[in-house]
Every structure is written in C-alpha cells, then in structure tokens.
C-alpha cells in the first residue's frame, strides 16, 4: 500500500502542476493515465461501478465524481478537486486535492486552506484505541469553526485490496452512530473531508455521477490514505514537496 500511495502522490503532483486556465480536465485525465502506465499501475475509477474516466475532476461548485470533458476547460479563478487512486499489486491508494487556478478570491483560498487543514486535524486523532469517532469531531470542529460546513452524504472509507472497505468514515458527528469502531493498528482509513461555503446539501447531476452544492457555493475536498500503526499515523499518499 505504500507503493500504491506513493504513485497516487507522485500523480496528484504532476496534475497540480500542470492546473492552468485553458486546461482542459480531459488533459488531465490522460496525464493521470499515462502516469500510471510509467508506473506500471493501474486505475483504481476507471470501470468502478460504470465510471468513466481515471481521474475525478470538480470544479468550483461540485463536490466529488466531476467526469473530466474536452469541453470543462479551467478558467482564471476557479478551483478544481482532483481526485484519484491507483491499484498496484493488487492493493489501492487513493487521496485527492483542490487546487487553485490562477488567482482565486480570499474565500476559495480560506476555504482550500481550512480543508486541508480539517484533514490534517483528522489525521492527527488516528491513533491505535481512539475511536472512528475522534477523528470524524475533529475534522467538523475546525471546519465549521471557520464558517463552513462538512458534506454529510459522502464520506471516507476502509481502503486496502478494494477501493471501498469498511468502515465508513465520516466527516461529522453522528450521535446514533456512537463514538464508532475502535482504531487498531493494520487499519487504513482513505479519510476526505468535503466542506462547502454554503450549505452542505447536495445534488446529483443526470450523469449520474457528478455531485454539487444544492447552493451553488464553492466545495474543496483533500483526502489521504492513513496507516494505523501502533505509534503515530503513517499517511501513505503524503507528497513530496
């Protein structure tokens, strides 16, 4: 999984870098593309469950499963989530970022910093013998203490030999769900907090897969694959800057 991680983040490196105004997100699905075959991996989106393409890209007021288009091409402003795993060996990695294009207003930038924030705020409670719980407090507490709120419907997950293990792992507190499983070393958690300006509601587009804001306000998603060890958590998909 390490070496899954590794490619995933070497990727969203290559992707981030090449975000400019008058990219299109089918560019960038393809540089994915051809990223994974260099690392003789593959994707962990293309064909899950009917999905098209290598690589999740959302812009400015969509959430999550943004279908990358010839036509969706980045203008000087937005903000654009790319999200993206890959299989090696039969193990998967999968993380995601939101980048600026160009120069953003102060709130897209505040609402980048803060949810990146929120996930490294998560990070930091995922430790052996606390529960799923501490994490998912941590990552609303700092989020809606800067004004923004956590996307309820979509949540993280159990990652390993499948893209999609157990246990969900939201990103707010559920008081019928208790404080959730134990933490155990061995456990990897994909944890992705999704927070909006405005309203966490939201909407299905009709392709079926594209998510939005039900508001219109700007959305960022960050996402890690975390190791449960026995001391401090291991992040499989930390890039190298």
Known sequence: MRAAGRIVAQTLVKLRDAVRPGVSTLELDRLAQESLSKAGAKAAFLGYRGYPAS??????????????????????????????????????????????????????????????????????????????????????AHAEKAGFSVVRKYVGHGIGRAMHERPEVPNFVDPSRGPGPVLRPGLVLAIEPMVNTGTYETVELDDGWTVMTADGGLSAHFEHTVAITNGEPEVLTRRAE
């Not at 993380?95 to 709130?107: D, F, H, N, R, W």
Request: glycine share 10%; aromatic share 4%.
């Open 55 to 140: 690589l999740c890209a959302s812009i400015n007021d969509e959430i999550v499963h943004g279908i990358p288009r010839r036509d969706r091409v980045l203008q000087e402003g937005d903000i654009v989530s790319l999200d993206f795993g890959a299989i090696y060996q039969g193990y998967y990695g999968d993380s995601a970022i939101t980048v600026p294009v160009g120069k953003v207003s102060a709130e897209a930038a505040r609402l980048l910093k803060v949810t990146e924030e929120a996930l490294e705020k998560g990070i930091a409670k995922a430790l052996p013998n606390k529960h799923l719980g501490d994490v998912s407090a941590a990552i609303q």
